[in-house]
């Protein structure tokens, strides 16, 4: 079965801190996605990052980074220099990625971490 | 980027009374559609899967009777919480598939207050 597992239920930081969200996943696929959402107040998904099973790279945009490892079935994301307007909760999610359009791509989120920057 | 738009963005009903949402793909032909459900502070559960033109698949203890779901196009898919009670207030958010790509796009959820 597939699960995602957020171990942070909540964060705290003070402004232009580093912080990383941890993302731990299980799956028996060898193909899958994996993403991360953030959740504003306002309650709306924003997209932040797709990354699939067989790209390993570490990718940076801006103060953003996520770490793919594997070996450890982890996705991690990486705030640097944090901004209060990163407050929010942030998601982890999996997907398949199989031939199918119908579920195969639905996605199966973590609980989520809340993340609370402190100006 | 694709845009999914809902409606209504916030619906208070009474108890008993039946309650639709919808979800649409503005800018894209969706042939997939989830429905989501969030209750506060928690993550999102999927509830079913809506494909145009045949019926939806529900997720396991998800009553498909309480929540029917309607794909009728490519551009549109119906929520409807039929004899709403105060525990079906949540958060309930759509997204959708396009037909050439794997992106899955959000609506930007509905509110859904039963008292």
């Known amino acids: 079965a597939q699960k995602v597992t957020q171990a942070q239920t909540e964060i705290s930081v003070v402004e232009k801190e580093d912080v990383t969200l941890d993302c731990v996943y299980e799956?028996?696929?060898?193909?899958?996605?994996l993403f991360w959402y953030k959740q504003p107040p306002s309650g709306e998904l924003v997209f932040l990052i797709r990354?699939?099973?067989?790209?390993?790279q570490n990718e940076i945009s801006g103060r953003y980074s996520w770490n793919f490892q594997k070996s450890t079935s982890s996705f991690n994301f990486t705030i640097t220099a944090s901004q209060v307007v990163d407050s929010a909760v942030y998601f982890c999610?999996?997907?398949?990625?199989?031939?199918?359009?119908?579920?195969?791509?639905?996605?199966?989120f973590g609980s989520g971490t809340r993340l609370l920057v402190r100006p | 980027g694709a845009v999914v738009s809902q409606h209504p963005s916030r619906v208070i009903c009474k108890s008993g009374t039946s309650v639709k949402i919808e979800c649409r793909s503005l800018?894209?032909?969706?042939?997939?559609m989830f429905w989501y459900r969030q209750f506060p502070k928690q993550s999102l559960m999927l509830m079913a899967t809506?494909?145009?033109?045949?019926?939806?698949?529900?997720e396991q203890g998800v009553e498909k009777d309480k929540f029917l779901i309607n794909h009728a196009s490519l551009t549109l898919s119906t929520l409807t919480v039929t004899s709403a009670h105060p525990e079906d207030s949540s958060f309930y958010i759509c997204?959708?598939?396009?037909?050439?790509?794997?992106?899955?796009?959000f609506g930007p959820g509905t509110r859904l207050t039963v008292t």
């Open positions: 800018d894209f032909q969706a042939t997939t």
């Open positions: 809506s494909n145009e033109g045949s019926k939806a698949t529900y």
């Open positions: 990354r699939n099973s067989f790209d390993e």
């Open positions: 799956t028996r696929d060898t193909t899958y996605y």
């Open positions: 999610a999996l997907s398949e990625a199989g031939l199918k359009m119908d579920s195969s791509y639905k996605l199966i």
């Open positions: 997204s959708a598939i396009a037909q050439d790509f794997y992106e899955q796009y």
